[in-house]
């Protein structure tokens, strides 16, 4: 079955820029999604279809998907952006990534 | 606006049926590429895909658990209604319910209900 990897955590400094990954085979051949998770809170969609932002995301948060590999970027990080981030993707159904835990230093 | 709200008990003993409730407005589920799922997430885990209903009533479930799931949909009542056969402490978690969008994104979320799987 299709898996999607992302690291367990990833540490930045305010201000400074994230990167969170999510490996998959051929991933670049499929739409990704990526989830914010704030303790005690629901996910909410942040990047869909690889790179777009939903209305109300700021401009800070980014995607892209080529190869193996679908980055969510987080430009000029702020502590209110410290949260566990998921992707997701499509294969045959939808997969979940094991989430990577943002801390903002 | 589109909101939904998930139901049902707190506490299931083992070897029970879980029945789920998510009631939403703002959906059409009748509308072309819409659809209604359910995640969980057992607590400190990452989220895990259930099972999802479309608006043509076609369903998908996951893999290991597509023996035990059953989804449903009232669309008079703006209802999509999750089972789970033969419940295990190991099932304990969230359940969130959300909204399949047209671009295959899951939003909004539900705010999702604890379930506790215990004797």
């Known amino acids: 079955s299709y898996e999607v990897t992302q690291p367990p955590s990833v540490s930045v400094s305010p201000g400074q820029t994230a990167s969170i990954s999510c490996s998959g085979d051929?991933?670049?051949?499929?739409?990704t999604y990526w989830y914010q998770q704030r303790p005690g809170q629901p996910p909410e969609l942040v990047i869909y279809?690889?790179?777009k932002r939903p209305s109300g995301i700021p401009e800070r948060f980014s995607g892209s998907n080529s190869g193996n590999t679908a980055t969510l970027t987080i430009s000029g990080t702020q502590a209110m952006d410290e949260a566990d981030y998921y992707c997701?993707?499509?294969?045959?159904?939808?997969?979940f990534g094991g989430g990577t835990k943002l801390t903002v230093l | 606006q589109i909101t939904l709200k998930e139901s049902g008990p707190t506490l299931v003993k083992p070897t029970q049926t879980l029945t789920l409730t998510c009631n939403f407005s703002?959906?059409?589920?009748?509308?072309?590429?819409?659809?209604v799922g359910w995640i969980r997430q057992a607590p400190g885990k990452a989220l895990e895909w259930l099972a999802l209903?479309?608006?043509?009533?076609?369903?998908l479930y996951s893999p290991s658990l597509r023996r035990r799931l059953t989804i449903t949909r009232d669309i008079s009542k703006n209802q999509v209604v999750l089972t789970m056969t033969n419940m295990d402490p190991l099932d304990t978690a969230t359940y969130y319910c959300?909204?399949?969008?047209?671009?295959?994104?899951?939003?909004?979320w539900g705010q999702g209900t604890l379930v506790t799987v215990s004797s």
């Open positions: 959300a909204h399949r969008q047209i671009n295959m994104a899951f939003d909004p």
């Open positions: 051929k991933l670049g051949g499929k739409y």
């Open positions: 209903i479309y608006w043509d009533d076609d369903k």
């Open positions: 279809q690889d790179n």
């Open positions: 997701q993707a499509w294969d045959s159904s939808p997969i």
């Open positions: 703002g959906i059409s589920l009748t509308t072309s590429g819409v659809g």
